[in-house]
């Protein structure tokens, strides 16, 4: 005859060397792993909102620019495009405005380094006449032109 140990005699009986999770230990992890969820949505909302930021950024620096360069263009006596730059001429200053790296840089008499527009991909001067486009993509893809015209008379186009 098999002898059965004690506990299993008792059904309703815990053994002494048998472990299991009680129901409170349940909810205790339970509550632990909501706690985690809870914090790490907003993480996740924040890393994901992160592209559709950089492009309200993108969009604010671009107006920032625009502002710039319509008073600068407006002031200048002259306005070249000279090998994918923009060069303007006031006052025996020359002020170019030119692609570096993914930055558009504006340099004053071929000196210094004040970057205007960061993750830019292309961007092109054309002049008008009387006016400057000025077309700009960024890295993302979305593109941004302005037409700016001056109120002085420059020389025309050649």
Known sequence: MIKLP????????????????????????FSIFMTIVFFMVPVLHIVLDNKDSNGRL????????????????????????????????????????????????????SSGHETLLQNVSSVTFSRINNSVKITVKDVWGKEYYVVVHSYIQWFPVI
């Open 58 to 109: 993108q969009e604010m620096e671009w107006e920032v620019f625009c502002s710039q360069i319509k008073k600068e263009i407006r002031i200048s006596s002259k306005a070249e495009v000279v090998s994918g730059r923009l060069v303007l001429t006031n006052n025996n200053e020359s002020i170019n405005y030119e692609k570096y790296g993914s930055n558009l840089r504006r340099r004053v008499n």
């Open 6 to 29: 004690s506990c299993q005699k008792q059904r309703f009986v815990k053994c002494q060397n048998e472990k299991a999770f009680t129901l409170i230990e349940v909810l205790f992890a």
